[in-house]
């Protein structure tokens, strides 16, 4: 029966061209602090949990909220040269806010790092700290998973962890404000 899962994980990675949960977390956790690695844990938990009551790809979305702050923890300079290598050129404003730039980076590092192709999800890691327009549904889901996670302590967060539950496109605009 050992043989069984390494199979079916395998056939799991082919049918979605995605990593296992096990390859991520392989490489995210040496590379992250260990708050951050728990913050991850936690999106990962609350993206599915939301996924899965809003009819989204539990795998997709589960992959999203491990990788979205894989490269939070590099220096700046490390950023900067990773987008520039990326073919990313920051404007003036953007280089004013580097609490921004792991989530350009993380988008660039899941395709390099880890092989997805999946633009879904790429784009959930790139726009789940500013969020963007005409969001997709895993999009919104990363964008309030990411402050609605059981890690976060902030005095409103179990309002925002029901209302997820109860209306996700408005916990991400009461989340904008």
């Given at each position: 029966?050992?043989?069984?899962?390494?199979?079916?994980?395998?056939?799991?990675?082919k049918a979605y061209?995605?990593?296992?949960?096990?390859?991520?977390?392989?490489?995210?956790?040496?590379?992250?602090?260990?708050?951050?690695?728990?913050?991850?844990?936690?999106?990962?938990?609350?993206?599915?949990?939301?996924?899965?009551?809003?009819?989204?790809?539990?795998?997709?979305?589960?992959?999203?909220?491990?990788?979205?702050?894989?490269?939070?923890?590099?220096?700046?300079?490390?950023?900067?040269?990773?987008?520039?290598?990326?073919?990313?050129?920051?404007?003036?404003?953007?280089?004013?806010?580097?609490?921004?730039?792991?989530?350009?980076?993380?988008?660039?590092?899941?395709?390099?790092?880890?092989?997805?192709?999946?633009?879904?999800?790429?784009?959930?890691?790139?726009?789940?700290?500013?969020?963007?327009?005409?969001?997709?549904?895993?999009?919104?889901?990363?964008?309030?998973?990411?402050?609605?996670?059981?890690?976060?302590?902030?005095?409103?967060?179990?309002?925002?962890?029901?209302?997820?539950?109860?209306?996700?496109?408005?916990?991400?605009?009461?989340?904008?404000?």
């Amino acid at each position: 029966s050992s043989l069984v899962v390494p199979a079916a994980k395998e056939r799991i990675k082919k049918a979605y061209g995605l990593p296992t949960n096990e390859e991520i977390i392989g490489k995210i956790k040496p590379i992250l602090k260990e708050s951050r690695f728990r913050h991850s844990l936690g999106v990962a938990k609350e993206i599915t949990e939301l996924a899965a009551l809003y009819g989204c790809d539990i795998r997709r979305a589960e992959v999203a909220g491990l990788l979205h702050d894989a490269t939070k923890n590099f220096p700046d300079e490390w950023h900067l040269s990773y987008m520039k290598e990326n073919g990313f050129e920051p404007d003036e404003e953007f280089l004013r806010s580097p609490q921004l730039f792991h989530a350009v980076t993380g988008s660039f590092y899941a395709r390099n790092e880890f092989g997805i192709e999946d633009e879904g999800i790429i784009s959930a890691i790139r726009y789940h700290t500013t969020a963007k327009p005409d969001m997709t549904l895993l999009e919104t889901l990363l964008y309030v998973s990411d402050f609605t996670e059981p890690t976060r302590t902030y005095d409103d967060v179990d309002y925002y962890r029901k209302l997820a539950r109860k209306n996700i496109y408005e916990a991400a605009a009461r989340g904008l404000i």
